[in-house]
């Protein structure tokens, strides 16, 4: 019995959430707006954005004010390095900082390749929608097949029942239907419980609740441009990837880390600015020839590295070998989105025929059913042929949705690979 009530409790819990009914470009849009991923890249590009500005800080000027006060026995000395004052004010920034120029630079780079990181991503998000959307669509129009098959294998059992009372059918014809019936209805089951899976995985690439489902809407959608040739899909793909232009965001980050890594022997001009008020009860008339309340200092502060250690030609040498495997790894990613494009054309062209090859053997299918119709209307088919014809079309209907979706499949993944999948959806 408990398991029993498990049972019966998943199915009522599966209809608390809520079905919503999008296009492609709805859904799209949607999973632009909400998909965890896409909402982390926007936060990744905040901190990138924030990076720059740490790193252009030490050149904004800054100001403390506070105070030293202190009342003197004797001689004013210092405290904390400063003249007890009843007022003090600093201001410093770096003027001239090579290294940390060069780092401002790198994360500027920086910023740029994560821009280029969170494009890619966006593009991933939209490919799985799409391709979420394309499955969820082919489930449902198999599932509806499925459904028609079993409302029809259900009216031949009936005329089977008839005809056995009849005595014109032997006994066993009965079981025959309804072994027929048991199997499309485990069919029809299973395609439902895809249909579902599908809607859900479309719902959650969208940001929506485990609970929900998207449902696709029937909408006509135009064919998405392709590439003419393998070879503009390769070049398209070459010049398009982000996944190259963020490698080569970085290799250029790395090249400014380089030199700012040797730029560590190259003398630093800081700015310098001091005010402070001083009081009488600290009796600096006494040990000073003249006695001025207020006082201030502006100047440059001059620091020339005479000798760094070992430290900077480790730091060149370590960033240098990143900046290597950044290159091999770039060469690689290349050659690599080269060899996919010429895959992923091929597949295209593969799957185009098999999407025509399903279809004329449905067609063919189709055609039995019609021949085998008039025949019956003629007295020289029996229910039988009519019966197992209807399946065999059933089953001809199911690949053709499947080599359909397939084929958008395949189109999606070479306009991925081109970079125009955005575009093309947006």
Same mark, same amino acid.
């Given at each position: 019995?408990?398991?029993?009530?498990?049972?019966?409790?998943?199915?009522?819990?599966?209809?608390?959430?809520?079905?919503?009914?999008?296009?492609?470009?709805?859904?799209?849009?949607?999973?632009?707006?909400?998909? $965890?991923? *896409?909402?982390?890249? =926007?936060?990744?590009?905040?901190?990138?954005?924030?990076?720059?500005?740490?790193?252009?800080?030490?050149?904004? $000027?800054?100001?403390?004010?506070?105070?030293?006060?202190?009342?003197?026995?004797?001689?004013?000395?210092?405290?904390?390095?400063?003249? $007890?004052?009843?007022?003090?004010?600093?201001?410093?920034?770096?003027?001239?900082?090579?290294?940390?120029?060069?780092?401002?630079?790198?994360?500027?780079?920086?910023?740029?390749?994560?821009? +280029?990181?969170?494009?890619?991503?966006?593009?991933?998000?939209?490919?799985?929608?799409?391709?979420?959307?394309?499955?969820?669509?082919?489930?449902?129009?198999?599932?509806?097949?499925?459904?028609r098959e079993l409302d029809g294998l259900a009216s031949v059992l009936e005329a089977v029942r008839a005809?056995?009372?009849?005595?014109?059918?032997? $006994?066993?014809? +009965?079981?025959?239907?309804?072994?027929?019936?048991?199997?499309?209805?485990?069919?029809?089951?299973?395609?439902?419980?895809?249909?579902?899976?599908?809607?859900?995985?479309?719902?959650?690439?969208?940001g929506l609740e485990p609970e929900d489902q998207v449902r696709p809407a029937a909408a006509e959608r135009?064919?998405?441009?392709?590439?003419?040739?393998?070879?503009?899909?390769?070049?398209?793909?070459?010049?398009?990837?982000?996944?190259?232009?963020?490698?080569?965001?970085?290799?250029?980050?790395?090249?400014?880390?380089?030199?700012?890594?040797?730029?560590?022997?190259?003398? =630093?001009?800081?700015?310098?600015?001091?005010?402070?008020?001083?009081?009488?009860?600290?009796?600096?008339? #006494?040990?000073?020839?003249?006695?001025?309340?207020?006082?201030?200092?502006?100047?440059?502060?001059?620091?020339?590295?005479?000798?760094?250690?070992?430290?900077?030609?480790?730091?060149?040498?370590?960033?240098?070998?990143?900046?290597?495997?950044?290159?091999?790894?770039?060469?690689?990613?290349?050659?690599?989105?080269?060899?996919?494009?010429? *895959?992923?054309? #091929?597949?295209?062209?593969?799957?185009?025929?098999?999407?025509?090859?399903?279809?004329? #053997?449905?067609?063919?299918?189709?055609?039995?059913?019609?021949?085998?119709?008039?025949?019956?209307?003629?007295?020289?088919?029996?229910?039988?042929?009519?019966?197992?014809?209807?399946?065999?079309?059933?089953?001809?209907?199911?690949?053709?949705?499947?080599?359909?979706?397939?084929?958008?499949?395949? =189109?999606?993944?070479?306009?991925?690979?081109?970079?125009?999948?955005?575009?093309?959806?947006?």
């Open positions: 019995m408990r398991r029993f009530g498990f049972l019966v409790l998943i199915p009522a819990c599966a209809c608390l959430g809520e079905v919503h009914t999008l296009t492609l470009r709805e859904a799209v849009d949607l999973a632009l707006k909400q998909n $965890p991923d *896409v909402v982390l890249a =926007r936060l990744d590009e905040r901190r990138a954005e924030q990076a720059v500005r740490l790193a252009k800080d030490p050149f904004v $000027p800054k100001v403390v004010v506070g105070s030293g006060l202190a009342y003197s026995s004797g001689f004013p000395m210092s405290i904390e390095g400063a003249t $007890p004052s009843i007022l003090q004010a600093s201001a410093i920034a770096e003027v001239y900082n090579r290294p940390q120029s060069l780092r401002v630079a790198s994360a500027r780079e920086g910023r740029r390749g994560v821009g +280029i990181d969170a494009a890619a991503r966006q593009d991933e998000v939209i490919y799985r929608t799409a391709d979420l959307f394309v499955e969820a669509e082919r489930a449902g129009k198999a599932a509806g097949v499925a459904r005809r056995v009372a009849e005595g014109r059918e032997l $006994p066993i014809e +009965i079981r025959k239907a309804e072994l027929e019936l048991a199997r499309a209805r485990y069919r029809a089951q299973t395609l439902e419980n895809g249909v579902r899976a599908a809607q859900t995985a479309l719902a959650l690439v969208v135009a064919l998405l441009p392709l590439p003419e040739s393998a070879e503009a899909a390769v070049r398209q793909a070459l010049e398009g990837s982000k996944e190259i232009r963020s490698l080569e965001s970085r290799l250029l980050a790395k090249g400014y880390d380089v030199r700012a890594q040797r730029a560590a022997r190259l003398p =630093r001009l800081d700015l310098v600015a001091q005010y402070g008020l001083l009081a009488r009860f600290n009796h600096y008339e #006494d040990f000073f020839r003249k006695f001025q309340r207020h006082n201030g200092q502006l100047g440059i502060s001059f620091q020339v590295p005479l000798w760094s250690g070992p430290g900077v030609a480790a730091g060149v040498s370590q960033a240098e070998a990143e900046a290597a495997q950044l290159r091999i790894q770039l060469r690689h990613v290349r050659s690599r989105i080269a060899a996919d494009t010429h *895959v992923g054309y #091929d597949n295209l062209r593969q799957a185009e025929a098999a999407q025509e090859l399903a279809r004329l #053997d449905l067609e063919v299918a189709r055609e039995q059913v019609s021949l085998l119709l008039v025949e019956r209307q003629e007295g020289r088919a029996a229910l039988r042929q009519i019966e197992e014809a209807r399946i065999a079309e059933t089953d001809k209907w199911i690949a053709f949705y499947q080599a359909a979706a397939s084929l958008e499949r395949a =189109r999606l993944n070479l306009l991925r690979l081109t970079g125009g999948l955005a575009a093309a959806l947006r």
